[in-house]
């Protein structure tokens, strides 16, 4: 399985959006500062996360998810973080 995943950091009102098999481990590399272009925004939260049944799933998700403007991208998080797989 492959996940689709939105972190936010409060203190910089920022969102990042990633696929991965593992979301457990991949928020801690996000959060531990190993992953370059998100250290400067420690700490992240999760704040949605979806199951897709392929890699090549979860990427064409996150490509669409990554061309939202922030409106939409709230809107989507609303309708479908209760939906969480992890």
Known sequence: MFYVYIIYSLDFDK???????N??????RH??????AT??????????????SSRSEAMVL???????NRERLLMFIEKYAGRDET
């Open 15 to 21: 969102f990042y959006i990633g696929q991965t098999q």
């Open 23 to 28: 979301f457990e481990e991949r928020i801690l």
């Open 31 to 36: 959060n531990s500062g190993y992953e370059k």
């Open 39 to 52: 250290s400067p925004y420690i700490p992240w939260v999760k704040k949605c996360v979806l199951e897709k």
């Open 62 to 68: 996150e490509k669409k998810l990554k061309n939202l």
